[in-house]
């Protein structure tokens, strides 16, 4: 007669416990790098003709980065734990409907190149396009003697090829996210590194 009881306080105890971690999980994803603020510290394939402006597409304006195609931008950083990649992209077509070109994200440690996201676009694709990838592996604690990320200074490369002849890219509001534990102490790291 008393197992009933005693069982029924486990499972709500379970359930309580469950309910107050799902609680205090962080939600949300906090900027670590602004992009368009590092800018200047990238290095830019060709050297000449990229810059910042405000860039509206679809009527909604964003920061934003207009390269010419084909190019690369690279940005050499360390990354946050748990991080993310994420911009909006367009084509600067210049009046030409069948411009299109393929935008991709990829991260350099020097010796290798690993392709993270592309996007392939055109002139006539009305407004912004989202673009993510995934920075996760490249950052905090992993089982391995040898391979500590967080003791990498990464190259984060942002690539315009051209498909079809005209236009430019244009990258908006590109940036890296995470969540607040792994942003506090991104930021702490990077403080400590200067």
């Not at 931008?73 to 077509?93: C, E, K, N, Y």
Request: hydrophobic share 45%; net charge positive.
């Amino acid at each position: 007669m008393t197992r009933a009881p005693a069982a029924y306080r486990c499972i709500l105890c379970v359930i309580l416990v469950l309910a107050v971690a799902a609680c205090r999980r962080p939600t949300g994803e906090i900027q670590v790098v602004d992009l368009i603020r590092e800018f200047d510290r990238a290095e830019k394939r060709p050297p000449e003709g990229s810059h910042i402006t405000s860039y509206s597409a679809g009527g909604a304006d964003r920061p934003s980065l207009l390269v010419p195609v084909p190019s690369r931008v690279i940005w050499p950083l360390p990354l946050p734990q748990r991080g993310r990649f994420r911009a909006f992209v367009a084509i600067d077509g210049r009046g030409n409907p069948a411009a299109a070109i393929r935008l991709r994200v990829g991260i350099s440690d020097h010796r290798i190149d690993e392709g993270l996201a592309q996007q392939t676009i055109t002139a006539a694709q009305p407004g912004w396009v989202a673009v993510g990838a995934d920075l996760s592996a490249y950052a905090g604690f992993k089982w391995s003697l040898f391979y500590r990320p967080d003791r990498v200074t990464w190259r984060l490369v942002l690539s315009a090829d051209l498909i079809e002849e005209g236009g430019a890219a244009v990258w908006g509001s590109p940036e890296i996210v995470t969540d607040a534990p792994a942003a506090k102490a991104y930021v702490a790291r990077r403080q400590h590194a200067r």
